[in-house]
């Protein structure tokens, strides 16, 4: 069954630690996106990739940093330079251009 | 900057009536539409894509799209509890880039049974 799988499902950390979320699909996308959402906000893209081995900063990337060296896997880390890490980060990926997205279930992040 | 709109409701609708969710867009080049569902504490959704002016029927959903005007709409006929949950508008921008989705902030949507 195709789909994009994402994990942990919810993630914990200390203040100052990076984090390093998994996502990886088998829908055979080019094109994986990372989103973040905050509570009662709309989704904000992070970074993207349309392709194996390039990626490109979305409209909040400060702080965050991606690699996409399979075209099944793109994983996000949250450094710790990344002010307000506390959200709920959805990756996606898309088939031709113009088509809708599909998401993982979403990581659950926590940083105390 | 190119934005989509929502009113954040909570929109409040007795079970069994229709539900009508609006969305306006800012980039007149857009060119594909999408409504998502999203329940409390998980993903979203895909519901109804669509690509043309007019109407496009899924079941008890209805997609309704206005370039001109820049308005897409959702209507949920006979209304379920079920359908409690917050509604994304998403719009694709013109002029190449991610080609991601831009997002509306999401309508709550509350069917009272």
């Known amino acids: 069954d195709g789909g994009i799988t994402q994990s942990p499902k919810y993630l914990f950390r200390k203040e100052g630690q990076n984090v390093t979320l998994s996502c990886e699909q088998n829908l055979n996308h080019d094109a994986m996106y990372w989103y973040r959402q905050d509570p009662g906000q709309g989704l904000r893209l992070i970074y993207y990739s349309q392709i194996v081995n390039d990626f490109q900063k979305g409209d909040i990337a400060e702080g965050y940093s991606v690699s996409r060296e399979k075209k099944e896997s793109f994983p996000l880390t949250v450094t710790s330079a990344q002010k307000n890490p506390t959200a709920f980060y959805l990756c996606a990926s898309r088939g031709v251009r113009g088509s809708p997205l599909h998401f993982g279930n979403g990581t659950r992040l926590t940083v105390t | 900057q190119k934005e989509v709109e929502q009113n954040s409701g909570p929109l409040s609708v007795p079970e069994g009536a229709i539900a009508s969710l609006n969305c306006t867009y800012s980039d007149r080049g857009s060119q594909s539409f999408f409504w998502y569902r999203q329940y409390s504490g998980k993903s979203p959704e895909l519901i109804m894509s669509?690509?043309?002016?007019g109407d496009k029927e899924d079941g008890r959903f209805t997609a309704q799209l206005n370039k001109a005007s820049q308005y897409v709409s959702l209507l949920i006929r006979d209304s379920q509890p079920s359908d409690s949950a917050t509604y994304l508008c998403?719009?694709?921008?013109?002029?190449?880039?991610?080609?991601?989705?831009?997002f509306g902030k999401g309508t709550h949507l509350i069917i009272q049974p």
């Open positions: 998403a719009v694709t921008l013109s002029g190449g880039g991610a080609d991601g989705l831009t």
């Open positions: 669509i690509y043309s002016n």
